[in-house]
């Protein structure tokens, strides 16, 4: 159930995204709802779908998340899955690690939250979701990256064998945040990434991929890729 201020946001939400939509020089058509923890409150994007499919239903609704609200999403999966299984949305899913170590030094989480963002990709797609993921291109303890990688692969596809083909390998750029977070994590004395990501990213597509799959279905786009 609304309530007054969540209404007044909303109005306030098609009011902006109406007023761009009518300035933008090029088509724009995608409501993505971002942040990593959009998914703890479900209702926002219940009721961001719902408005969306009354005022603009040629739109498309784009979901981030983390992974890491299973407990939520089992709770309304009924109300949810009216949702995520229409063919105009879609949802992107950020696994943090290669392995369950990892996970836990680059979140500060501990490591049986990693194993949940498996639960949770299964249970979308379960549910009828368009889902696609993306991993950082961090890699600790340097000589392990490409054992580290085919292991990620080998869980994914026991999420979903075509899992890893909608999935895409992300570089972190070196700009402000990423700088912080790594000069916090010596004063720690917290491990930091030290396998370069154009290694990790050779592996990756060039022998990783090339090993599991063939060149035809390699050159499909992840949209092409059925789960």
């Not at 923890?37 to 739109?59: F, G, H, Q, T, W």
């Not at 950020?94 to 369950?100: E, G, L």
């Not at 292991?151 to 999935?167: C, P, T």
Request: charged share 30%.
């Amino acid at each position: 159930m609304r309530n007054t201020a969540d209404i007044l946001v909303l109005k306030k939400l098609w009011i902006i995204f109406f007023r761009i939509k009518k300035e933008s020089k090029t088509p724009m058509n995608i409501i993505r709802i971002s942040v990593g923890k959009c998914m703890i409150i479900l209702e926002i994007i219940i009721d961001v779908y719902s408005e969306m499919m009354k005022k603009s239903p040629d739109s498309y609704l784009w979901i981030n998340t983390n992974l890491s609200t299973l407990k939520i999403i089992r709770k309304h999966q009924k109300d949810l899955q009216k949702v995520i299984s229409s063919k105009n949305v879609g949802i992107l899913g950020c696994f943090k690690r290669t392995t369950k170590e990892d996970f836990s030094i680059i979140t500060g989480a501990e490591e049986k939250y990693s194993l949940e963002q498996f639960e949770i990709a299964k249970l979308l797609i379960e549910l009828g979701a368009d889902f696609f993921a993306y991993v950082p291109a961090y890699v600790y303890e340097e000589g392990l990256a490409e054992e580290k990688l085919e292991g990620f692969l080998l869980e994914l596809q026991k999420v979903n064998k075509n899992l890893f083909l909608r999935l895409e390998m992300l570089k972190i750029e070196d700009f402000t945040a990423t700088k912080i977070n790594f000069e916090l994590a010596q004063k720690e004395r917290r491990a930091i990434p030290n396998t370069s990501q154009e290694i990790v990213f050779d592996l990756w597509y060039n022998k990783l991929l090339p090993k599991f799959y063939s060149k035809s279905v390699l050159k499909k786009f992840c949209c092409e890729v059925e789960l």
